[in-house]
């Protein structure tokens, strides 16, 4: 499922973060979380996000918006970037 951000310069339509990235993005938002003492509740009342929905997240069952990805990054204190690269070659 897709879905629009809307900013000053316009809709952005973003599609839902997948697969290996999505799992070793949320590995790295758990440590964090870990590393700062805070609980999954700490995390949905920073973010606005049901405490339950953030143990969706953390399990991986189900695939995570990269919206939601983005607020819970911030709860940890970190910015969620995304960024194009050159394919290498041969990929």
Do not use: C, F
């Amino acid at each position: 499922m897709d879905y629009m951000i809307h900013t000053d310069q316009g809709e952005i339509l973003v599609e839902k973060a997948s697969g290996e990235l999505n799992s070793e993005l949320i590995d790295q938002l758990i440590a964090l979380r870990k590393e700062l003492s805070m609980t999954q509740q700490d995390v949905a009342d920073a973010t606005g996000i049901n405490r339950a929905n953030v143990a969706r997240v953390e399990s991986k069952k189900h695939t995570t918006s990269l919206e939601i990805l983005a607020k819970y990054a911030n709860s940890v204190g970190k910015d969620l970037r995304i960024s194009l690269v050159d394919r290498q070659k041969g990929a």
